[in-house]
């Protein structure tokens, strides 16, 4: 049974380091393999529409981006949980060319797209100490989840 990771919350410190990059001994490692089956895909009901997304990026690198960033919504669980979740528009690529190693330290190099391309862009700079808050370019978009539900998703 999956334990119950602790979610590191905004106004800690270590959100914004930049994450070490994990060589292969380290990926295969019995901890790195019990984090990852940890971390599979959990439901959110904020994305409801979402076919679940179960791939593993080890030392992801957005290494090529097309066309002109557009306006998305996002959110964090490390800024609240259930309907306490912020979520604000942001400025993400639609489509990106991400490089990774899997959970075997075999390593990809695949083209991106749509909502899992806006996933890779939160999560890669989480790994460089940057959150989606930073990305925020009209503090006015800023809502809370049941909001977000309520007049964004409903529409
Ligand atoms: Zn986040």
Request: aromatic fraction near 8%; proline fraction near 5%; glycine fraction near 4%.
């Amino acid at each position: 049974m999956a334990e119950i990771l602790n979610i590191t919350r905004f106004g800690n410190p270590i959100l914004r380091q930049i994450a070490k990059r994990l060589t292969r001994d380290e990926i295969l490692s019995h901890d790195t393999q019990s984090l990852i089956n940890n971390m599979r895909y959990k439901p959110t009901p904020n994305r409801p529409e979402l076919e679940p997304f179960d791939t593993v990026l080890i030392n992801p690198e957005i290494v090529e981006t097309f066309g002109e960033p557009t306006s998305a919504w996002e959110g964090c669980v490390s800024c609240g949980t259930d309907d306490d979740i912020l979520f604000a528009q942001v400025l993400r690529f639609k489509k990106v060319r991400v490089t990774w190693l899997d959970e075997y330290a075999v390593s990809h190099e695949e083209i991106i797209e749509g909502f899992v391309a806006q996933v890779v862009q939160h999560e890669t700079d989480h790994l460089n100490g940057v959150l989606f808050v930073d990305h925020v370019q009209d503090s006015t978009s800023f809502m809370m989840a049941d909001e977000y539900r309520k007049r964004i998703l409903s529409k």
